[in-house]
């Protein structure tokens, strides 16, 4: 069955990096967009980056947008998100999740995420 | 402030019939993007229980349906259940925002 595993969470001072991965496994990863969604603690649900299957376009929310790298490489199954310049509006669950957006004619239609990973969680703080 | 709008809880007994609402804005739902909804069970990850505004993923009761119309969509679970009893997000994508978007979240309580 399909699973996600991130890791690359825990605290970390503002101004601050750190690095997430997600490992990718029963279904052909590089078939398929990933993104990153994140959770703030007793809050919802935040869209902050999406992959194509290639790796060659990549979407950021405005909130993250020059201050967070989505990567994959596709001969380790593997999704990144590298993250700079942190700010405590950044602590959260971040969840690694398959996106079911598809390119029609060059045209990415996006769609659901399903399934998710089980978070994981970055605190940003002095 | 989520760029679509859920209310923040519903409520109703074991076996009643409630809806959750989805009010969105012509640069979302109202400009044909598909609604999906998933469901988050307190601790655990969202899981998606509809998809396409209407489909429902292999394993999802049949007690949960999706319906979308205009710029808005909603969310129906009939037969409610103590174990339905989560936290209810709707998602679409905005063509202003190039990005996907979710609704704040409705909080289910079973009564």
């Known amino acids: 069955q399909v699973q996600l595993v991130e890791s690359g969470g825990g605290l970390v001072k503002p101004g601050g990096s750190l690095r997430l991965s997600c490992a990718a496994s029963g279904f052909t990863f590089s078939d398929h967009y990933m993104s990153w969604i994140r959770q703030a603690p007793g809050k919802g649900l935040e869209w902050i980056s999406d992959?194509?299957?290639?790796?060659?376009?990549?979407y950021y929310a405005d909130s993250v947008k020059g201050r967070f790298t989505i990567s994959r490489d596709n001969a380790r199954n593997s999704l990144y998100l590298q993250m700079n310049n942190l700010r405590g509006e950044d602590t959260a669950t971040y969840y690694c999740?398959?996106?079911?957006?598809?390119?029609?004619?060059?045209?990415?239609?996006?769609?659901?995420?399903?399934?998710w990973g089980q978070g994981t969680l970055v605190t940003v703080s002095s | 402030q989520s760029v679509l709008t859920q209310p923040p809880s519903v409520s109703g007994a074991p076996g009643q019939r409630v809806t959750i609402a989805c009010t969105g804005t012509s640069s979302n739902i109202g400009a044909g993007y598909d609604v999906h909804w998933y469901q988050q069970l307190p601790g655990t990850a969202p899981r998606l229980v509809i998809y396409?505004?209407?489909n429902r993923p292999s394993g999802v009761p049949d007690r949960f349906s999706g319906s979308k119309s205009g710029t808005s969509a909603s969310l129906a679970i009939s037969g409610l259940q103590a174990d339905d009893e989560a936290d209810y997000y709707c998602q679409s994508y905005d063509t202003s925002l190039s990005g996907s978007v979710f609704g704040g979240g409705t909080k289910l309580t079973v009564l």
């Open positions: 992959i194509s299957s290639t790796g060659t376009t990549k």
């Open positions: 999740v398959k996106d079911a957006t598809m390119t029609i004619f060059g045209v990415a239609i996006p769609n659901w995420f399903d399934p």
């Open positions: 396409g505004n209407t």
